[in-house]
């Protein structure tokens, strides 16, 4: 692949930075304050959009600001596969500038301009880690995420709040200093470099390393990275629930999370290589070892009563998808992993949309208090099942694309171990997600509900979870853009 020098890239990761130091500016001047949110969230969209036919063409674009020694730069770049991530974080932050204006001002939360300004940082961590371009700069912006996005956690400044920042601070911090630092400082001098590779195959890895040394840097890297929420250190992630919905929805969706897997399956592929995996029987072990989290996470999903709390364990398990389909090492599965970091944005985030919704209108967190609430809010429950039936896999919604190819990939594979695994963890998708559209628009109200009379929410809120359900089924039935970018990855 040619990289061509593009200054776009150094603007698309200053353009949230900079929305930050506006909204600050705007303090508490509400209007001010959002238009400037929403500026930069389209700012963004816009120059990570103009990057699609470059990319989409075959080529690659990179940026370099300067360079520390040999082989060791803060730079970044685009290729296909920073593409998917940032095409949809991008996007996805200026529906959720929208959604949480509505939110926050209809429960009439506190600290509004910090709440704007850290959730632009988050971003700027976000999209500077799709554009990285070797492990360092990849790892100086993961710390950032983690940071900024700790004031949105503890946002409440209650005692759970603290707890679950501290929490969420100990874990992902602690394990990006205890195992990718380290492994990043023995990478960068067996190798001279911490450049990504060009392609998937070969990584960057000399040939002669012994291979235990392989294999504990590679272990390293897969748990390091705690945002992917692999289990054990995954408990930071339902903690986090405390904070306000939008939160929830950039956590889940948009920032924390997906910079995890993403950082996760970079180093997988352009760091190890297929080839390094293949050679030393990591790929298999590694699919098994995070369906333990696919399997478990909807176990415990399908446990809570609380709706909140019941997306996040869904997204525990719906996370290691990704990993699992790039461990997989065959292109089929591969693709439906990557496909999975868009697939999984849109649909995951129109459910926290709805959560918020559901709470802002009637106040009710818990499932079981919902009966009925769909023939109230009818947009928000019909939202609510259009992306459920994507994290189940069904069509003709996106997750469908993803269960697809990762099936095939498992076949290719020859792992009817991971075939069980993907079956069985669809029917766990089915049991906690059908009972709560059921309710809604089946349950009896009860006595109370009959009296209040409740509606949807403002339609600021609603809009946005309408129009990222709708998207989620336009990529389940044209998933061309996204699946193209995938496909180069693989070429």
Known sequence: MEFVYDIRLLLAVLAPLIGAGLVMAAGR?????EACSFISAAALFVITASMVPDIYGGGGLRFTLFELLGGLSFSLRADALSMVFAVSASFLWVVTVFYSAGYMRGLREHEQTRFNTCFALALF??????FSDNLLTLYL????????TYPLVAHHQDEESYESGRKYLTYLTGTAKGLILPAMVLIYVMSGTLDFA????????PVGVHNGVVTLLYACCILGFAKNAVMPFHSWLPSAMVAPTPVSALLHAVAVVKVGVFATVRVMLYVFGVDCMDALSLGLPTAYFVSITIVVGSIIALSKDNLKARLAYSTVSQLSYIILGVALLKPAGIEGGLIHIANHAFSKITLFFCAGAIYVATHKKDISEMSGLGRAMPFTFGAFALASLSMIGAPPVAGFVTKWYLLNGALDAGSIGIIIVLMASTLLNAAYFVPVVYQGFF???SEADLEHRYSEAHPSMVVPLTVTALISVVIGLCPGL???FVQRVIS
Request: aromatic share 10%; proline share 6%; glycine share 12%.
């Open 29 to 33: 001047r509400p209007n001010t304050r």
């Open 443 to 445: 349950g009896q109200p």
């Open 198 to 205: 060009d392609n998937i195959r070969t990584g960057i890895l």
């Open 125 to 130: 961590g976000a999209i500077g880690c799709a």
């Open 482 to 484: 996204f699946l193209s």
């Open 141 to 148: 912006f993961y710390e950032i995420v983690s940071i900024c």
